[in-house]
């Protein structure tokens, strides 16, 4: 079935460090793929998605390109900050059938 | 620009006890659903429903029951609450159609079950 797999965290880096938290999914068919951000007490928001292969995502300086032949939709950001601070969860919804599937996210945490 | 409201945020249950949390959207979309949220699990469905009238299981059901008798409300019932339901819970909803369409969660609901 349908699934993403994330890399697990915690991930703690200094401010203005790069960041790299990566994706892979299995689906069949062309499924499109999504991040989103969940800050403490909060819920998830949606931070980006592509809905087809070599599509790139962008918002808040946070970039992610649908890889099609990795099957991979790694999310990267050149210059995190303190504000960053949050659990990045990784999703595909197919494009068949109405089902969201999640990984189990990324916290990530920015130092100053 | 409400969106999707869940309500209450935090309860506190004793085991055994019923209670419903609540949802309701404000974008008129046919698809709403319920998530929980454990730590290392990420998020688990555990019910949805594609409009009114009409639910189906998600991937952890049992324990909960739903109802959709509006397009704007889903609320998440806990029949006999368990220490193992302890988790916090999002309502969801999105517009049907085009698999691009992104979907909206509410804000949470933190339950803990003593």
């Known amino acids: 079935g349908d699934s993403v797999t994330q890399m697990e965290g915690p991930v703690t880096l200094s401010e203005e460090a790069f960041l790299t938290i990566n994706c892979t999914y299995t689906?069949?068919?062309?499924?499109?793929l999504f991040w989103y951000v969940q800050y403490p007490g909060e819920g998830l928001q949606l931070l980006l998605k592509a809905t087809k292969a070599d599509d790139k995502g962008s918002n808040k300086g946070f970039e992610a390109t649908y890889r099609k032949e990795t099957t991979s939709f790694h999310l990267e950001k050149g210059s995190v900050q303190v504000s960053d601070s949050a659990v990045y969860f990784c999703a595909l919804r197919a494009n068949t059938g109405n089902q969201f599937y999640f990984g189990t996210g990324t916290s990530l945490t920015v130092i100053p | 620009n409400a969106g999707v409201t869940q309500t209450p945020k935090f309860q506190v249950l004793k085991t055994g006890q019923s209670m419903t949390l609540q949802c309701a959207q404000d974008m008129n979309h046919e698809y709403m659903s319920w998530y929980r949220q454990d730590p290392g699990m990420g998020l688990r469905l555990i019910h949805y429903?594609?409009?009114?009238?009409?639910?189906d299981q998600g991937e952890v059901p049992n324990g909960y029951n739903v109802s959709r008798s509006t397009t704007e409300d889903f609320p998440l019932r806990l029949l006999s609450a368990a220490p193992s339901q302890t988790s916090v819970y999002f309502c969801?909803?999105?517009?049907?159609?085009?698999?691009?369409?992104?979907?909206?969660f509410g804000e949470g609901s933190w339950l803990t079950v003593v």
């Open positions: 969801a909803s999105r517009p049907d159609g085009i698999s691009g369409n992104t979907i909206y």
């Open positions: 689906a069949t068919g062309y499924p499109s």
């Open positions: 429903s594609v409009g009114a009238g009409i639910t």
